[in-house]
């Protein structure tokens, strides 16, 4: 895991709008950041500019004291957990857990182990030949974390990991997430538009509003939650 950090960022699209007109910020090794806003505030902007997914205007990012700006997306050690999940329906949370190494070809035998690793971290061992489409949403978005982590990767980014799962499952698995994330010290960016779901996960709160960073503190302090 990896400290991620944008120094004066900025992007446009169109070449004369900045929907981003620069950005500070930094995300600690091993903390989770939230992004909060409302929609069109620009955090699937900055989620993927991270990722490399979209390419920065000007300025630079940095994961520890590697420029990342100018590697794309293969070049960089970014997980994505996505809120409908993008799992193969039809295979096994095994096969969807260790896809991310098949593809890269590693040894059946390393893949068995850090699959296994990984089901063990999540409680996943006893469903691993099923079917996820067979899995409720939840457990779906649980193997999608397995995923993830199997890539050993420098950052995770989680966007909107909740929206598509029922109250009780939400719960459930924010609590499973946040506890994750902090025995596993996982380098996490989350992107919320929920201001509960940042507030019950985030270590910190990134609030964002037009483009621009309003606020970046501790739930408490922003909140005075206790
Ligand atoms: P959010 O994720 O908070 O909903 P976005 O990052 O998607 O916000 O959008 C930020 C701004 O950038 C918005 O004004 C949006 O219309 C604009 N935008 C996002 N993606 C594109 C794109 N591919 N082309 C042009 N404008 C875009
Ligand atoms: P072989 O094909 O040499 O017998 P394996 O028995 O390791 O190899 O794997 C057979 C299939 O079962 C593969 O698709 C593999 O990804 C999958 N698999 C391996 N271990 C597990 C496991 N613990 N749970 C579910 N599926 C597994």
């Known amino acids: 895991m990896k400290e991620v950090r944008l120094e004066n960022v900025t ?7 900045l929907a981003i007109p620069g950005i500070n910020l930094v995300c600690a090794r091993g903390e989770m950041l939230a992004l909060l806003g409302p929609s069109g505030c620009g955090k699937s902007t900055t989620l993927k500019m991270i ?16 420029d990342v700006s100018d590697l794309d997306t293969a ?3 970014v997980a994505m957990v ?25 040894p059946k035998a390393e893949i068995t182990e850090r699959v296994e690793r990984v089901m063990k971290l999540l409680g996943l061992r006893e469903i691993s030949g099923e079917q996820v489409q067979q899995l ?11 995923r993830a982590l199997v890539r050993e990767p420098d950052l995770i980014m989680f966007d909107e990991p909740l929206s598509h799962l029922d109250s009780d499952q ?16 996982l380098t996490s960016v989350l992107v919320t538009h929920d201001q509960n779901e940042a ?15 309003q606020q970046v503190d501790t739930p408490s302090a922003i909140y005075n939650q206790p």
């Open 51 to 66: 990722a490399g997914i979209e390419p920065i205007s000007d300025g630079a990012i940095f994961f520890d004291d590697t």
């Open 199 to 213: 507030i019950s996960m985030a270590d910190r709160i990134a609030v964002m509003d037009k483009g621009v960073l």
């Open 82 to 106: 996505f809120e409908d999940y993008a799992l193969y329906p039809h295979l096994s949370v095994f096969d969807n857990i260790a896809f991310p190494l098949s593809i890269r070809g590693k």
């Open 11 to 17: 992007k446009s699209y169109d070449g004369v709008t």
């Open 136 to 146: 409720s949403g939840g457990a779906q978005q649980r193997v999608s974390i397995g």
């Open 170 to 185: 939400k719960v459930q698995l924010r609590t499973e997430i946040k506890r994750l994330q902090q025995t596993s010290k």
């Open 75 to 77: 070049s960089r050690n």
